[in-house]
Nanobody, 126 residues
Framework: QVQLAESGGGLVQAGGSLRLSCVAS????????MGWFRQAPGKEREFVAA?????????YNADSVKGRFTISRDNAKNTVYLQMNSLKPEDTGVYYC??????????????????WGQGTQVTVSS
């Protein structure tokens, strides 16, 4: 059974940092593209960042997170991370990890993935 388990969310003051983790299990993800998404209350789910598990090439939703968020992966731990710095109240939301088969950054940008995690809440206070 494929599982994506997020952790690391919480309450942080504006300007602070959090690191989210997503542990993938249940099958081999080495050829997948992994992504992070977020959904604020009353808003649609938004693409945040993606990384190729095979090549490590990363891409971001530049408008919202440029220069503040970094996605990375640890192949040995089957874990993808999202380091979030200089957090703003508008970063508040539920953050989801997802996986899409093969080179699928374009799909992830359209909020289209094969597997989703349950999400972890991030709240940034002003």
């Amino acid at each position: 059974q494929v599982q994506l388990a997020e952790s690391g969310g919480g309450l942080v003051q504006a300007g602070g940092s959090l690191r989210l983790s997503c542990v993938a299990s249940g099958r081999t993800f080495s050829r997948d593209t992994m992504g992070w998404f977020r959904q604020a209350p009353g808003k649609e789910r938004e693409f945040v960042a993606a990384i190729s598990w095979w090549t490590g090439v990363d891409t971001y939703n530049a408008d919202s997170v440029k220069g503040r968020f970094t996605i990375s992966r640890d192949n040995a731990k089957n874990t993808v991370y999202l380091q979030m710095n200089s957090l703003k109240p508008e970063d508040t939301g539920v953050y989801y990890c997802a996986a899409a088969a093969a080179s699928a950054t374009a799909r992830l940008r359209k909020i289209d993935a094969d597997y989703w995690g349950q999400g972890t809440q991030v709240t940034v206070s002003s």
